[in-house]
């Protein structure tokens, strides 16, 4: 009996481990380093402009003002729960020529996910955001940036591409400020680099997203001054990354949740490469 305990927690706890090993994609030099499509290296010339956590009211529609007259587009994560009380705002996101991206239902970390819940909140997500914008979204970007192996799985079926980020402004904080959102990405800005900020305070600190705002001209001003043009993740040429041909030809029913024997293999996968 000993034997057999022993052996139901030994496999309890391979599994446990390999729906959390994705997660360790979070550190930015795991992640730049061996997986450059996942931190969004794309072309040297060009920086992707990312926001997550939207759409909102209250602050949104300030920073599509904000690139509406700085002619230039971005990339939106949107968050399914915010787009049901805003659909019209997502609406005006997407007619703006702004990309818009999947950041899952709620925000709230899915390690604590299993396969199916995983599965079924992103599957709802994406339908939303096809029926609300008329933009199927291509690109997928997990709460607080930690994957799992039940969300990549579920995404390759939702055909949606993970990426995170390459440099970020720490702009959720109730410390941050304007110049402390430059300056933080300013330390990791390079050409080819995926930035991350937020359009809305939905998973940070209330009115946290004016420090954002306050930083973006900046940002801009500096990209430029560099000889970087700035867009949407669709025109970065994200190293690795399959063009539209390339994901038809990779399609796949997205029916059911991935096996628990998928995901593991999945994460075994990731482990070999990162060592």
Not at 29 to 35: A, I, M, P, W
Not at 169 to 184: I, L, N, Q, R
Not at 212 to 226: H, I, K, M, Y
């Amino acid at each position: 009996m000993n034997r057999l305990a022993t052996s139901v927690a030994v496999t309890g706890a391979g599994v446990l481990a390999a729906h959390a090993l994705p997660a360790v994609t979070f550190w930015p030099q795991l992640r730049g380093r061996l997986l450059p499509s996942l931190a969004g290296h794309g072309d040297p010339g060009h920086v992707a402009l990312t926001f997550d956590d939207g759409p909102h009211p209250r602050s949104t529609p300030f920073f599509l003002r904000e690139l509406d007259n700085r002619g230039i587009k971005a990339t939106f994560f949107l968050l399914g729960s915010e787009l049901a009380r805003a659909p019209q705002l997502g609406r005006e996101m997407a007619a703006a020529g702004h990309e818009i991206a999947l950041h899952g239902w709620a925000h709230r970390r899915m390690l604590w996910y299993g396969p199916r819940r995983t599965y079924d909140e992103m599957a709802r997500a994406k339908d939303l955001i096809s029926a609300a914008t008329g933009c199927p979204p291509r690109w997928f970007r997990p709460p607080y940036g930690v994957l799992t192996s039940s969300a990549i799985v579920a995404a390759r079926r939702l055909e949606l591409t993970p990426v995170l980020w390459s440099c970020w402004g720490w702009d959720w904080s109730a410390k941050s400020t304007p110049t402390s959102v430059y300056d933080t990405v300013l330390s990791g800005l390079r050409g080819g680099g995926t930035v991350l900020l937020h359009d809305s305070d939905v998973a940070a600190s209330v009115g946290a997203w004016r420090s954002t705002l306050g930083a973006l001209p900046r940002l801009l001003d500096e990209c430029t001054r560099r000889g970087l043009t700035v867009g949407p993740l669709g025109e970065h040429h994200v190293v690795g990354v399959a063009g539209v041909a390339g994901r038809k030809a990779l399609r796949r029913k997205p029916n059911l949740p991935p096996r628990a024997g998928e995901a593991a293999g999945l994460a075994e996968r990731l482990a070999v490469a990162a060592g």
